[in-house]
C-alpha cells in the first residue's frame, strides 16, 4: 500500500499543478482530475509498477495521458515515472 500511496500523492501533486482549462478544452480539463484515472498495481521481482490510466473520455480517444511508476518494494522509494506529459 505504500507504493501506491507514494505514487499517488507525486501524480495527484503533478496535476493539481496543471492550471485550469477553458472550456474550449475539455478533455485538458478531465485528465487534470485525478478521480478521472485508474490504477493498476504490480508487484515485480525488485519493486511495484503502478500505472495511471485515464478512464474512456466521452468526447474522444485519449492517447499517451497518465503515467507510470516503478517503486522499491524495500525502501517504497520512487525510482522512475514514466510518462506525465505536460497538459498545459
Given amino acids: ?13 503533478f496535476l493539481s499543478k496543471v492550471p485550469a482549462q477553458p ?8 485528465l487534470r482530475k485525478i478521480e478521472n484515472y485508474q490504477l493498476i498495481a ?8 503502478v500505472k495511471f490510466l485515464p478512464y474512456n473520455y466521452p468526447g474522444g480517444t485519449i492517447k499517451g ?3 507510470k511508476y516503478s517503486v522499491n ?6 525510482e522512475g515515472i514514466q510518462g506525465r506529459a505536460p497538459l498545459e
Fill in 42 to 49: 504490480v508487484l515485480e521481482r525488485d519493486n511495484y509498477t
Fill in 65 to 67: 495521458a497518465g503515467a
Fill in 23 to 30: 472550456e474550449s478544452k475539455p478533455m485538458r480539463e478531465f
Fill in 73 to 78: 518494494k524495500c525502501t517504497f522509494r520512487i
Fill in 1 to 13: 500500500m505504500r507504493a501506491i500511496d507514494q505514487s499517488y500523492q507525486d501524480f495527484a501533486t
